[in-house]
DNA sequence: AGGATTGTTCAAGTATTATCGAACCATGGC
DNA sequence: GCCATGGTTCGATAATACTTGAACAATCCT
């Protein structure tokens, strides 16, 4: 019932760009995309700017990053693979995350 | 004595992104930077999507816009004259407000 | 099965943001 | 000078968002 397991994530047609932008507005939460550009990480692999973060608090980073559409949260063995939803964004909202992402 | 006819704006150089991203992400605000990418509005003439917003809640729109550095609020008149600050944007972040005015 | 590992969810406290009336300020025109 | 116009600031309240420990859930491994 309602296993966690699973996760809900919106489909793309009503991913809000407001929703998006407010996702990519905290540093922290920013950082995170910028290390999933690079390709999926664990939840342990990522995040690493700030090693101190307690697993709740970064719960809570891609819960928010996930309801925006902005990321995938994949069951994996014990663990979970997080991913940018980079085509599907740059589908949705063409140059985005791209001119995000390029900004130092 | 620190007039408030001309109202401080932060040097592009200083301008974060994050705080750029955060200013778009209200509807309302992003609504306002679609109306000024037409070219520069006085705060009457902007924000007519909603008629019925208090000038004191619109003004503090305008604020957020214009400490994030995404606007330009300078005294004409006995009124002002609000600009997008498009030029130094695009130059700081290239791409970024084209693709947010793009989208849909 | 039991324990270790990896996260999620809940709840509570804190902090930041939004909203809007009222008071105030500057300018233009009479 | 005086008044109307256009907008900012202040102050109070409401609404959101952030942070974190503790409890819980799912999976792997032996």
Avoid: W, Y
Wanted: with cysteine; net charge neutral.
């Amino acid at each position: 019932m309602a296993s966690v397991t699973s996760l809900p994530h919106p489909e793309m047609s009503e991913v809000r760009l407001t929703d998006v932008l407010f996702a990519l507005s905290d540093p922290a939460r920013l950082e995170i995309v910028r290390e999933l550009a690079g390709g999926p990480l664990s939840m342990a692999e990522c995040g690493t700017f700030n090693p101190a973060l307690p697993k709740s608090t970064k719960s809570h980073l891609f819960k928010v990053l996930r309801e925006a559409g902005v990321v995938r949260n994949e069951p994996q063995g014990r663990g979970r693979v997080l991913h940018l939803r980079r085509d599907e964004l740059d589908r949705a909202f063409p140059g985005l995350l791209d001119s995000v992402l390029a900004a130092e």
